[in-house]
Every structure is written in C-alpha cells, then in structure tokens.
C-alpha cells in the first residue's frame, strides 16, 4: 500500500467519523444503538487525567472513559465475564462485557470508584510483575525511554535512531527496538531497564504515575472486593507467550495464577493473553494451569471459533469520539 492511498484512506476514516458526529449531534442517528443485536468484550487500558498519548496509544482520558460509562449503563446491557461466557445476554439491547488489561495502579484509583457509582461490571487481567519485584512493565519502561532518551540509543553494540513516532530503530536492519526486546524473555528485558535506567529520572515526576505505575498487592485485593470487580491473569511479565520457550510460557501461566489466588483468596479461571497473541501450545498449556477463560484480540487459528474457552476481544481508539467508539463498538470496525 503506497503512501499516497494510506493517506487517502485516513482521510476517508476522518470524513466518516465527523459525519456520524454530526449526524449525532443533530439528533439523526440517535437511535442506531437500538437497531444491533450481538455482544462484544471491549478492551481498556490505562486510565489518566490528561495527555493520554504521552507514552502509548492505549490510554484514554478519565473524561472520556466516564462518558463511555454513561453511554452503556444508559444504551447498552453490561454483563460480567462469566455472564458473557455463560450467554446470558439482553434480546433488547446490545452486549457488553468490560475489561482491562496490564494492572495499572490507575484502574484501581479511577475506574473502581466509577464501577462503584454506575453499577457496572468489569474484568481485570493483572500482570504478576510486583511479584518479581518490579513496579513497571517492560513496555511502558520503553515507552518513557523512547519519549524523554536521546536521538540515538546504543544497546548491544548496535545504534538505534528514534524516528518521527519516538520509537528507536536499528540503523543496520531497520527493526524497531521495541520488537527485539519483546521477542526475547524476562531476563533481556531486565537486561534493558538496567542499561537504560540512567537515562531517564522518570521517578522524580510524580505526576506521571498515571502512566505506568502497577498496583500493589493491597491494591489487587481491595479491586477484587468489589461485587462488579473480576480478576484475571496476564503473565507475569508481560511477556508475548507466542515468542519465549514453551516452557517459560507454562511458567508464567501457572505463577500468574498462584500469586494472584494468593492475593485475593479465590480462583482465577480466566486469562488474557498479552497483546493478544498465542499458539496452540500456549492455549493448551493455559487450559491445563486451570484456565477455562481464554480471551485474545482475533483468533489466528480457525479451531479457535469452536472452542469454548476461547473469546475475541475489541480494543478501544483513543483517537475518536465516544459516539465513534460506540459504533465501533456495535460494528466491530473503526
């Protein structure tokens, strides 16, 4: 795809979603909500007070996501998770089934509070990352680097030039650092945040916190006394399960189930599959750690669709409307 059609079809996107936003301020298309059956599990992030693009495009503003709150407790039927494996969905109105992904702190300073206030129910996949003594992922570590490091990063005796989108990219192949770090297992990330710690005094900035803090053990527990809250497990490291050893993924399955079970002193059944991806020996192994709730983003092999422990998710755009996400929502396309 050239550049010149990639930019034809951006503009194409932006022109639809100021049609339905206009279409929807004037009260033309109010009414689309009521006309979609189905369901969909919707996938949230992180959740900050400003600058939600910061370091990622995952993050939405605190603004938005209660707008996103209000729009379902008044147009959709938001179920829990095992309501939504279990099929007891609305014939009236359209499913949906919250999550969040990667255990930031600031799920459990926001979003609990508004849960608490509108009734409704979520699901949290947590990492296990304060159990090996981290309060950071790997990921966001590298996304404060690449935002506030130097124009050129050397690692391993080779140079890496952040490009236009502040992600560094080997000047000899052209890869993005970020896919080798991610390709490799906990021990070169480690590596990583060790050799590139002194770059950057992120920890002096408070006020950053937002965008990469982990919740802590306490934390963990008191989301999971909440009636509306479900707790799942995401790895241990965030680590990509399809790219490290199959041994090293069974691991991780079955100590993200043990230290979060010993937190909150109930069973975890379900398990999100970090960035989405999997194989058919990481769901094997999943199933075996006790998992029987296995949720990616889309399924990569046609089994997936007949298996019952299996659920496609849909990740929210930080970039459009409530109104546009909401479509999306219902559609499941931006």
């Known amino acids: 795809m050239t550049l010149l059609h990639k930019g034809i079809l951006k503009i194409k996107s932006k022109s639809r979603y100021w049609q339905r936003d206009i279409f929807w ?11 979609t059956n189905g369901s969909r599990i919707i996938i949230y992030h992180g959740i900050c007070q400003s600058d939600h693009t910061r370091f990622n495009n995952i993050f939405l503003k605190l603004k938005t996501f209660e707008a996103h709150l209000k729009f379902y407790k008044k147009y959709f039927n938001v179920i829990s998770l095992n309501d939504y494996y ?50 950071i992922l790997w990921n966001d570590f590298l996304g404060i680097i690449s935002r ?70 306490r934390q963990i527990n008191e989301l999971s006394l909440s009636k509306y809250v479900t707790i799942g497990g995401h790895s241990c490291y965030h680590n990509d399960l399809s790219r490290i050893p199959i041994g090293a993924a069974r691991t991780e399955l079955i100590q993200s189930k043990k230290y979060l079970e010993g937190i909150i002193q109930k069973e975890i059944k379900a398990f999100a599959f970090p960035y989405g991806t999997y194989t058919r020996e ?9 998992y029987n ?42």
């Open 86 to 135: 279990q099929q007891r969905f609305s014939n009236d109105r359209f499913n949906v089934c919250i999550t969040f992904d990667d255990g930031y702190a600031n799920n459990h300073k926001y979003v609990l509070p508004l849960l608490e206030q509108y009734q409704l129910p979520a699901t949290f996949f947590i990492t296990s990352i304060r159990d090996a003594g981290f309060d």
């Open 25 to 35: 301020n004037l009260g033309l298309n109010n009414n689309f909500h009521k006309n």
């Open 282 to 290: 990481v769901v094997a192994e999943a199933k075996i750690a006790g």
């Open 148 to 217: 506030y490091g130097p124009g050129i990063l050397r690692y391993n005796n080779e140079l890496f030039k952040k490009n236009i989108w502040n992600k560094y990219v080997s000047e000899s192949t052209g890869i993005i650092f970020q896919e080798i770090i991610r390709s490799g297992g906990f021990n070169e990330k480690v590596k990583m945040m060790e050799q590139l710690g002194g770059l950057v005094n992120f920890r002096e900035n408070k006020l950053e916190q937002d965008y990469w803090l982990q919740m802590t053990a």
């Open 293 to 334: 709730q296995l949720l990616a983003v889309n399924f990569s092999f046609p089994e997936d669709f007949s298996d019952t422990t299996m659920r496609e998710r849909f990740t929210v755009n930080p970039f459009i409307s409530v109104n546009n996400q909401m479509y999306a929502n219902l559609t499941g396309r931006y």
